[in-house]
């Protein structure tokens, strides 16, 4: 069984649980071998309205650690806060709770927003 398959059946089994609406936005995060990306997603009209990545922060950086994760969710707070958005909804998208997804969420929680 390939990781990919893996995740992707994790993945569906929480986006059946979570969804985010105009109140609590889902926040969804995605991690790739040289970025982390975070986005602020109201699933009742399928729109992103705010997303942050490891690349506004360093645009040279040719791989991610934690601080960078934490600074990505700083950064995701800091745009909702100034949209008027506290309370998310966090979707790990099928990661495991742990090193830079856990400091992104921790990141976020710092900035102010509220799962």
Do not use: C, W
């Amino acid at each position: 069984m390939a990781v990919k398959d893996r995740r992707s059946r994790i993945k569906y089994s929480i986006r059946k649980k979570v969804s985010g609406s105009v109140e609590r936005p889902r926040l969804s995060v995605f991690r790739s071998n040289t970025a982390i990306y975070a986005q602020i997603i109201d699933d009742t009209q399928e729109k992103t309205l705010i997303s942050a990545s490891s690349y506004e922060l360093n645009k040279e950086a040719k791989n991610v650690n934690i601080e960078t994760s934490k600074a990505v969710g700083k950064l995701l707070a800091q745009k909702a806060s100034e949209k008027g958005i506290t309370k998310v909804v966090f979707d790990r998208n099928g990661y495991l709770y742990h090193g830079k997804i856990k400091a992104l969420a921790e990141g976020a929680r710092d900035g102010g927003l509220h799962f």
